[in-house]
């Protein structure tokens, strides 16, 4: 793997305040078809939420959808540089145990999101987990 993380990101990430609501997030998911945003605190990137938070983190144990969404993040924030390569962040996927890694430049910018289907793609194209990478999503 002599590729970048940058070549294969996903640029632009979308993301939310600490402050927004469980509901507001949702609703941002649904339209993006994503299942996952950045949570920003201030002007630092505090986590990543994912829709499985929302409901695990957040609806299950009590949370109404006023609630604010930054409690729910996941605790351990890990990143990977954009410079990177794919093989430094499937180390990373695999140590840390998650699906996806916020992209930085070297200033801290966050400029994308590398995710396990990302780096599934970028493989063997024929593999179980890339051909689930590819379909169509179920609505």
């Known amino acids: 793997m002599d590729e ?3 070549e294969i990101m996903t640029p632009n990430p979308v993301g939310v305040y600490a402050e ?4 507001e997030t949702a609703r941002l998911m ?3 078809n994503i299942g996952a945003v950045l949570v920003v605190s201030g002007e ?4 990543v939420v994912t829709d499985r938070d929302l409901v695990i983190r957040g609806i299950a144990a009590g949370a109404g959808p006023d609630s604010p969404v930054g409690p729910l993040c996941t605790p351990k924030l890990v990143t990977v540089a954009a410079d990177a390569d794919l093989a ?3 180390v990373l996927f695999r140590e840390n145990a998650v699906r996806r890694l916020p992209v930085v430049e070297d200033s801290g ?3 994308g999101v590398l995710s396990l289907s990302d780096l599934a793609l970028a493989g063997d194209w024929e593999s179980p987990f890339a051909t689930i990478s590819k379909a169509q999503p179920n609505s």
């Open 4 to 6: 970048k993380v940058r």
């Open 20 to 23: 927004q609501t469980i509901g």
């Open 30 to 32: 649904r339209d993006a």
């Open 44 to 47: 630092a990137l505090a986590g």
């Open 88 to 90: 430094e962040a499937e």
């Open 109 to 111: 910018q966050v400029v």
